[in-house]
């Protein structure tokens, strides 16, 4: 095993992100009270193209959220609240299917099992090294993004064309934005149509 062939893999991984997200990179949600390590995390994910929006509390995230709408990824230290973040997941959560990866430098193996089969779809421990970080977002973006195609739009008769990947329709001309259960649901019908 050589340093070089992981270094393929990353380029694999950025390649396979651009084609289920096409042009505009995932929006990504750090959500952590330590100024200090969310700088870190931030620019080493915005080195990696992706958009990342960093907010220091439960409710500075839920009223992010009220204004860029869900992203495609939360970074949540668990710490920063008394539930260790299970009120903000479950109200990210419902009704979308956001997914969570919790960093932290509590290393409680049963808070880390239970975060890991309730709410996160994976958990970094703190001081950790930014191509780990980098790997694991892509990793959980990858597995967790909706299966749409990079074209730009489907047509799916003379009135109506969709972009799956960058979640809006085209309406009699005029652009509509769709929120991710909408343009899920629209795919389905879309691959199912007939």
């Known amino acids: 095993?050589?340093?070089?062939?992981?270094?393929?893999?990353?380029?694999?991984?950025?390649?396979?992100?651009?084609?289920k997200f096409g042009a505009q990179m995932?929006?990504?949600?750090?959500?952590?009270?330590?100024?200090?390590?969310?700088?870190?995390?931030?620019?080493?994910?915005?080195d990696e193209g992706f958009e990342v929006i960093t907010v220091s509390s439960d409710a500075e995230a839920r009223q992010m959220v009220k204004k860029i709408g869900i992203p495609n990824l939360v970074i949540l230290d668990p710490v920063?609240?008394?539930d260790g973040g299970a009120a903000l997941v479950t109200k990210l959560k419902r009704g979308e299917d956001v997914p969570f990866i919790f960093i932290s430098s509590f290393?409680?193996?049963?808070?880390?099992?239970t975060a890991l089969n309730r709410y996160a779809e994976d958990y970094v421990i703190k001081p950790f090294h930014p191509d780990e970080l980098v790997a694991r977002v892509k990793r959980v973006l990858l597995r967790t993004a909706p299966a749409f195609p990079s074209d730009p739009e489907q047509a799916v008769d003379d009135y109506l064309r969709v972009n799956f990947a960058q979640q809006y329709a085209v309406v009699d001309g005029q652009s509509v934005p769709l929120t991710p259960t909408e343009n899920r649901i629209i795919h389905a019908l879309y691959t199912h149509r007939g």
Do not use: H, W
Not at 1 to 19: D, H, P, Q, R
Not at 28 to 42: G, M, N, P, T, Y
Not at 107 to 113: F, H, K
């Open 80 to 82: 920063l609240s008394n």
């Open 1 to 19: 095993y050589s340093f070089a062939k992981g270094e393929e893999t990353m380029n694999e991984l950025s390649e396979m992100l651009v084609t």
């Open 26 to 46: 995932p929006q990504i949600l750090v959500v952590d009270v330590d100024q200090e390590s969310s700088a870190r995390i931030r620019l080493c994910l915005q």
């Open 107 to 113: 290393i409680d193996s049963e808070a880390v099992v």
